[in-house]
């Protein structure tokens, strides 16, 4: 670190759920790659100090910050953290997801509660948390996963329409996105035209969210902000029940690719990657 440089002209990276897995790989190739700090957030703080201790063994250097995206005081707290400590963002990692396992003895208005309020809620949450702090040449990466394009048919055709509009907004995602949480807690979300799997569709709305908000973001003006949705492949983790052919540091690399593209790259910029590659997933 330069001796002139002050903390709060440092650049920073922020990757939410990275004690473990795919989250952890991405924070192990930014702190190798990336020119600034490299936060390492995780909601359990024993979890998440076991990780930098082990990534420091590794001559690594991550700070750490426990952040329970669900939890409102929590991110807000982050938000200060950054604000007083670095003055702003330049990488923002929505890595943070819950799953729960099919046979999973959990009733299925417990499963779509908590699964969609942190995948996609709570993903939102952090963002429009931090947006304001972003720089320019931010990066945002929502991470998916592939089972998005799979899950597409079994929407209704008048879901399909609803989501697919060109002029979507935010609001009018959130509000389906609610209306699938309702129905499912009521059990009649299948009656509705939602697919059953909870996970992929708060995948879904990740995604679509991406795509909202680089929308939204060609008007900033901060200037060349991106984001970006991605897919990093079968890895084998916990989630996975260690059944994917992809170790954590291969799963890591659409998402860092997308963190470090250059500034004011043409492309990618809300779209959905897997393998460096832009997929059309709907």
């Known amino acids: ?53 082990d990534l420091n063994q590794e001559g690594l250097r991550p700070r750490f910050f426990q952040l329970d995206i669900t939890d409102t005081g929590s991110v807000d707290a982050l938000a200060t953290f950054l604000r007083n400590n670095y003055g702003g963002l330049d990488v923002l990692v929505n890595n943070a997801a819950i799953k729960f396992r099919r046979n999973a003895n959990v009733p299925y208005s417990r499963r779509i509660k908590e699964t969609v309020g942190c995948n996609f809620f709570g993903t939102l949450s952090v963002t429009r948390r931090l947006w304001s702090l972003l720089r320019p040449h931010s990066r945002v990466v929502n991470v998916t996963c592939s089972c998005i394009s799979s899950i597409i048919d079994e929407f209704s055709q008048d879901l399909q329409t609803q989501l697919q509009q060109p002029d979507l907004t935010m609001a009018q995602l959130e509000l389906l996105i609610q209306d699938y949480v309702r129905d499912g807690e009521m059990g009649i979300h299948f009656r509705r ?4 799997d909870e996970y992929a569709v708060s995948k ?10 680089s929308r939204e973001a060609v008007d900033d003006s ?19 029940r260690y059944e994917g052919s992809l170790t954590e540091d291969q799963g ?12 004011n790259a043409a492309s990618p910029r809300g779209q959905f990657l897997a393998k460096r590659t832009v997929v059309k997933w709907w």
């Open 193 to 196: 035209g939602w697919p059953t």
């Open 222 to 240: 901060r200037g060349d902000i991106v984001i970006n949705a991605c897919c990093p492949g079968h890895v084998r983790t916990d989630m996975s």
């Open 1 to 53: 670190m330069n001796s002139k440089t002050t903390t709060s002209e440092r650049r920073v990276a922020v990757v939410t759920g990275a004690n473990k897995g795919v989250g952890f790989g991405i924070v192990r190739a930014l702190c190798k790659q990336f020119n600034g700090d490299v936060i390492l957030t995780a909601r359990d703080v024993d979890c998440g100090q076991q990780a930098v201790a």
């Open 252 to 263: 890591a690399d659409t998402p860092v690719y997308l963190s470090l593209l250059p500034p």
């Open 204 to 213: 879904v709305g990740a995604c679509l969210m991406a795509a909202i908000l």
